[in-house]
């Protein structure tokens, strides 16, 4: 089967047997945060899993979307123009400082996207004039209610969100996975290997890496807007130096070569605090120490662990 | 906890179980930042809340139901409060919510309550969060431009107005900066230096620097909580400064003593009457809330409550009295109880709440303190 | 006809002179050999030509046009392939991809058309397989297509490099050591390989150390020595240069290889 | 000028925390190629233990003694636990297991000691020293002395002593190091404790300044991060001079033009200098081999 099919079909199945089993507006809401963060986490596998490179500053695209989402309607801008707006520029700025950026490789590029987000993180808590300052913003506009309304349907608002939120994450991981096997995505991925020989070949590779990073920014800034309208209140947080780890700790956590990877550690970073706070007092020992263990255990992540595991029981 | 209270509690709770097998429950919602980077603010709150009720199950509960207090750490992380106040009102099915110990969880939450219709006490500091008045939405502490303005006044009592700000870049430094620009002029004090530092800056004598090279500079406002404040307290005695310094609310406790040493000397502040329990007059109403909280706090924890414990403390009461007068924990009723509390004397101040009035507190309750030999003192208006 | 022209190329490394005024032709439909002792520089030369270091000294030129200081994608576009001594294939991919990744060029899909799965994007994917798995067959490794290229031996990957210079059309191909680690068996696949490749009209550039393979199927050898280019000629010239035989066993061996010739 | 003076002294005590704690990153980096994201829950450990230790009633330096060994000793375990069980991972593993090591420190913590904020006073009083109009406490030269030091004896273990050169041969290949005799093992131990002393130590020596608690560290390993990248990675040098100039570019920031932006101009001058110089300034240039 075309594997951008299979993916489809796979994760089609996922939110809706979410939907089928969830009992409250509670689970809606977590789910709704999952899909959210597989959305972001694809980008984060493209740029991580495709071509290699590290980011530790994604969260500042990320909250550039958000806060284009809840600062342009203030301005008369309707909110989904204001989502989209806010993922191009996302887009221009990975483009624009991607190029420079990414000629540095391993803890130096580590530092440089680190820098890039926590300047953003800067402006969006100094510029309290439009972004509301570090106690954050309301965001006015539109609520996914609506768009069910107009087919008829009356859905309550986490749900609602569920949808929305679920669509975005399907359509966004069969687009990373037609890119994986297109030529382009063939290209990422021998600059993943070697850039030398790629550049052999006749792959620009500057510009491939660029294009990775401008992706996986919109990425970011979608899934950010969707976070932003779902919430109705974002802080500059969203953008801050421990949100970009988190991103890539999930990619790394469920296996940063793929989009099923962006799904688990998704799920279980999203998930895991949920269950933790059972053991509050412990809560973080527990988190650090799965994040540990998962890197230790299962270099390449979980789901390729699992693969593995499968394969050998079938041998 | 004493052995006896312990025992108390575990007779008076079995007594309640065999007596009404079917047991009825009152659940309170919290979800605070017991952790992140307002621990600072959040741990007390939590300790005062898990206190409180252990207390009130103790003495049979209210109107002899038993309180459930469910607890969620937020991280001081709006995303994570939404998705607490979601599992609050859903899974837990709380009467009430106390929490948002942060202006960013608060404002995130309140959607949610005004949707659902539970009445919700903030913790949080900012004026967005009851202005305008929403429904469901109450808060205990003061705003931080009632601080400004308690600030303000002082100053120009002295007969000072050219006024240099130092503010912390978090939320609380941040919302505070914002206004008491906004009230500055109002109140008959111009600001003359405007310069900010980082929650974990180690040194601000550059900025410090700045404001006293400022011209007719006349006293210095630092808004902001955390260890900044010791740290702009032990600079602006370094460097020799001369005028008058004003801390905020933020700090009002017996550990920014501690921290700031003997710089802290003639540092003046707004703060609740929490910080002088014994200098109280008999019949302030505050006096006996003051004394018993204090005491019960230190007694289960082994240190002093701070400022934001009161908060909690206010809350937890103010919810109390509201389901007590209401006889009856169903949200609704609750809320209208809740505006119509009158003159309920909390750590805090009094609070009278109303339609239009969420916060119910006015300067009056703030005290305006001087920290003189390692002590507060109220300063004589 | 000459395609590639090096001219006086030099580079040096913390002031010692790796390569130092090397000066060569290639010619179309010839087999042209770059030998030498270890060290000699040969790797390096090849890094130079390629556009992977930036000569401080000379020229390059292909087909007349000078490249000088092209970045190796621009290289690779003017038609120059090549592979590497010290193998940079894509292990993570199967055989069949890394030989697909060098259609690169020939490929003609937009960024947007990858992301949508668009038919043209599939249709370029589709051409690329073809043209991939008919090189692989050329260097002989078609049952090995789907396997990831990190279960190769050795003197597969040596082989999947070339077939993978080959599908992106270059008219130029620097072979890096391609029989090295190759049994005598792939060795005379490896030699009827690079005939093949030279019949077609490229220019082909070799690095070898098997001196039979070298003086077997190469039109013309240059000779390295620390850097500097120390002789020039067909087969039977360089055989016979007594400053060869010098250079590979130093002046005092060069008797000994004497006696061993005759 | 007497306000130059004070953004200067500023700029150099602040500078020479961060240039400790870079150090610190440096240490390992050489020995194992890892930067330690949890390099600042070490300051914290050495900072909140003394702090413990003093208000206990240990006299000062002993109690500086036992938190630079229990640093020290947490330092080992790290490199035990969670590092040498991955070795040979990927860059962006070995990241995310020291920011796990770092979640987890940092919630052990928080049960060890607790959630306030401490200090205790400077080890020569708290009265400021004056001159030429500026002013500086004691402690800051304790701060200032103790990070050059650290950095002149560091330099002078790694280049000098024969432990030190085992454990620049083990950076710079394991296998040759372990086959010349050099118990490549114990050479990783020993640049863990040593990394981890250093960054307890400036924990010890800053508490009385900048005060502690349990959750400061991510914000440290952050400025130390910046420095050692902007110094270069892998020399002491670099970590000292970058140390010094992301401190001073903060307080002159400060003084002459917005205290608002004064960790972004830091931010900035680390892009503008990476974009020119993309190995950092003391770093070693990288060539590729193929």
């Known amino acids: 089967m075309n594997p951008a099919l299979r993916t489809f079909l796979i994760l089609a199945a996922l939110v809706v047997a979410g939907a089928l089993i969830f009992p409250s507006s509670y689970y809606y809401r977590v789910g709704t945060l999952v899909w959210i963060n597989t959305l972001a986490v694809t980008g984060i596998v493209v740029l991580l899993g495709y071509v290699g490179l590290v980011s530790l500053g994604h969260a500042g695209f990320f909250a550039i979307g958000a806060y284009a989402t809840a600062i342009l309607p203030s301005y008369g801008v309707p909110s989904v123009l204001a989502a989209i707006l806010g993922a191009a520029g996302a887009g221009l700025l990975a483009a624009i400082v991607g190029r420079p950026i990414l000629r540095l490789s391993g803890y130096y590029l580590a530092i440089a996207t680190l820098g890039l987000g926590m300047l953003i993180w800067m402006v969006l808590s100094k510029e309290a004039w439009l972004t509301g300052g570090p106690d954050g913003m309301t965001v006015m506009g539109a609520n996914a209610r609506d768009l069910f309304k107009l087919v008829g349907l009356n859905l309550r608002s986490a749900e609602s969100w569920y949808w929305v939120t679920g669509t975005f994450a399907v359509l966004g991981a069969v687009l990373a996975v037609n890119l994986g096997n297109s030529p382009w995505g063939r290209a990422l991925r021998a600059i993943h290997d070697s850039d030398v020989a790629a550049s052999s070949l006749g792959i620009d590779v500057a510009k491939a890496k660029s294009m990775a990073f401008t992706i996986s920014a919109v990425y970011a800034a979608v899934a950010g807007a969707l976070l932003a309208l779902a919430n109705g209140y974002i802080t500059p947080e969203v953008g801050g130096f421990m949100h970009s780890v988190e991103m890539v700790t999930m990619a790394v956590l469920g296996g940063a070569a793929s989009v099923f990877g962006a799904l688990v550690g998704a799920l279980i970073l999203t998930a895991l605090p949920q269950v933790l706070t059972v053991f509050a007092d412990y809560e973080h020992m527990i988190l650090g120490a799965v994040m540990v263990l998962t890197m230790i255990l299962m270099r390449r992540g979980l789901v390729p662990a699992l693969v593995d595991l499968a394969k050998r029981r079938r041998k | 906890m004493t052995k006896t209270k312990l025992i108390a509690a575990g007779v008076s709770a079995l007594a309640l179980s065999v007596a009404s097998p079917a047991l009825a429950q009152i659940k309170i919602g919290a979800s605070l930042a017991v952790t992140g980077p307002a621990a600072f603010l959040g741990d007390p709150e939590a300790k005062t809340l898990e206190m409180l009720v252990e207390e009130i199950n103790a003495q049979g509960g209210i109107n002899g139901e038993e309180v459930e207090l469910v607890l969620y750490d937020d991280g001081a992380d709006p995303n994570k409060a939404r998705t607490f106040a979601t599992r609050l009102i859903e899974e837990d099915e709380v009467v009430a919510v106390i929490g948002g110990t942060s202006t960013g969880a608060t404002m995130a939450m309140v959607p949610l309550f005004e949707d659902y219709e539970i009445p919700f006490i903030s913790l949080a500091g900012a004026v967005v969060i009851i202005e305008p008045t929403k429904e469901y939405v109450f808060k205990t502490p003061h705003t931080d431009r009632m601080a400004c303005r308690k600030i303000f ?120 009457p929490l910080l002088i329990p014994d200098q109280l007059a008999e019949d302030d109403p505050q006096r006996e809330p003051v004394q018993s909280y204090i005491a019960a706090y230190e007694e289960q924890y082994g240190e002093s409550p701070s400022t934001f414990g009161g908060y909690a403390y206010d809350a937890f009461h103010l919810l109390v009295d509201a389901i007590e007068r209401a006889g009856s924990s169903d949200p609704q009723a609750i809320r209208d109880a809740l505006e119509e509390t009158e003159g309920h004397a909390g750590v805090t101040g009094v609070y009278t709440f109303g339609p239009d009035d969420h916060l119910g507190l006015d300067l009056s309750s703030f005290r305006m303190l001087e920290i003189q030999d390692g002590g507060w003192v109220p300063v004589e208006q | 006809m000459s395609r590639l022209d090096i001219e006086d190329l030099g580079i040096s490394f913390g002031g010692i002179k790796a390569v130092d005024g090397v000066t060569f032709s290639a010619g179309a439909g010839e087999v042209t050999s770059i030998i030498g002792p270890n060290g000699a520089g040969k790797t390096t030369l090849f890094n130079l030509v390629s556009g992977v270091y930036t000569a401080d000294t000379g020229r390059v030129g292909i087909d007349g046009t000078d490249v000088t200081g092209k970045p190796p994608h621009l290289l690779a576009r003017a038609g120059m392939a090549r592979t590497f001594q010290n193998l940079q294939v894509f292990p993570q991919m199967t055989a069949l991809d890394n030989v697909m990744t060098g259609c690169h060029m020939i490929e003609r899909s937009n960024l947007l058309a990858d992301l949508l799965g668009l038919p043209s994007s599939r249709r370029e994917t589709a051409k690329s397989r073809e043209a991939a798995r008919e090189a692989l067959r050329r260097a002989g490794l078609e049952k090995l297509a789907e396997r990831p290229a990190s279960e190769l031996s050795y003197g597969q990957l040596k082989r999947l490099e070339i077939a993978r210079a080959l599908v992106t059309g270059c008219d130029i191909l620097l072979l890096d050591e391609p029989a090295a680690g190759c049994n005598a068996v792939e060795t005379r696949e490896v030699d009827d390989l690079i005939h093949g490749i030279a019949q077609e009209g490229k220019a082909v550039v070799l690095i070898e150390h098997d001196m039979r393979l070298v003086m077997r199927i190469s039109s013309h050898i240059v000779v390295l020595d620390q850097g500097r280019k120390i002789a020039e000629g067909r087969p039977d010239q360089i055989r016979n240069n007594p400053d060869v035989i010098a250079a590979y066993l130093g002046a005092h061996g060069a008797a000994e290889a004497e006696a061993a010739n005759a | ?271 503008v200098v990476l974009f020119v110089r993309p190995e950092g300034l003391f770093g070693k240039k990288l060539t590729e081999r193929v």
């Not at chain 4, 006299?59 to 060994?69: K, R």
């Not at chain 4, 000098?160 to 083990?170: K, L, P, V, W």
């Not at chain 4, 100039?245 to 830091?266: F, Q, R, V």
């Open chain 4, 1 to 271: 000028m007497s306000e130059l003076l004070q953004f200067l002294v500023s700029g150099v005590t602040v500078g020479a925390i961060y240039a400790a704690v870079a150090l610190g990153f440096t240490m390992i980096y050489n020995a194992s190629g890892v930067v330690n994201f949890a390099q600042g829950e070490f300051v914290v450990i050495g900072g909140l233990t003394a702090a413990f230790l003093i208000a206990m009633g240990v006299p000062v330096f002993l109690a500086a003694v036992l938190a630079v060994v229990a640093g020290t000793v947490v330092g080992i375990l790290l490199y035990r636990l969670a590092i040498r069980p991955a070795r040979e991972a990927p860059l962006v593993s070995l990241i995310i297991i020291t920011i796990g090591a770092s979640i987890f420190l940092r919630g052990a913590m928080q049960m060890v000691f607790d959630k306030q904020i401490h200090r205790y006073d400077g080890f020569s009083g708290e009265t400021p020293l004056r001159f030429a109009g500026a002013t500086i406490l004691p402690q800051s030269l304790w701060i200032i002395f103790g990070s050059f030091a650290v950095f002149v004896f560091l330099a002078w273990f790694m280049s000098r002593t024969r432990a030190g050169r085992g454990i620049r041969a083990t950076a710079s290949n394991r296998l040759a190091a372990a086959l010349v005799g050099i118990n490549t093992r114990w050479a990783m131990n020993l640049s863990f404790a040593l990394s981890a002393a250093v960054g307890a130590l400036a924990g010890v020596l800053s508490t009385p300044v900048t005060f502690t608690s349990y959750d400061v560290g991510v914000l440290i390993a952050l400025k130390g991060f910046s420095a050692t990248m902007l110094g270069g990675v892998g020399s002491p040098q670099g970590a000292l001079v970058g140390g010094l100039l992301i401190g001073l570019i903060e307080s002159l920031t400060a003084g002459y033009i917005s205290s608002d932006y004064k960790d972004a101009a830091a931010f900035i001058v680390i892009l």
């Open chain 2, 153 to 272: 006044e002082d100053i120009t009592a002295r007969g000072l107005s050219k006024v240099g700000l130092i503010s912390g870049t978090g939320g609380f430094g941040k919302s505070m900066r914002e206004q008491c620009m906004s009230v500055a002029e109002e109140s008959g004090v111009e600001i003359v230096a405007d310069e900010t530092y980082g929650p974990n800056d180690a040194d601000m004598t550059p900025q410090l620097t700045n404001i006293a090279g400022t011209d007719g500079i006349e006293a210095i406002v630092n808004p902001g909580f955390g260890q900044g404040p010791a740290v702009v307290t032990r600079n602006y005695d370094q460097l020799g400064i001369e005028v008058p310094f004003y801390q905020s609310h933020g700090v009002a406790s017996d550990s920014f003593i501690e921290l700031a040493g003997d710089a802290a000397e003639g540092v003046r502040l707004p703060a609740t």
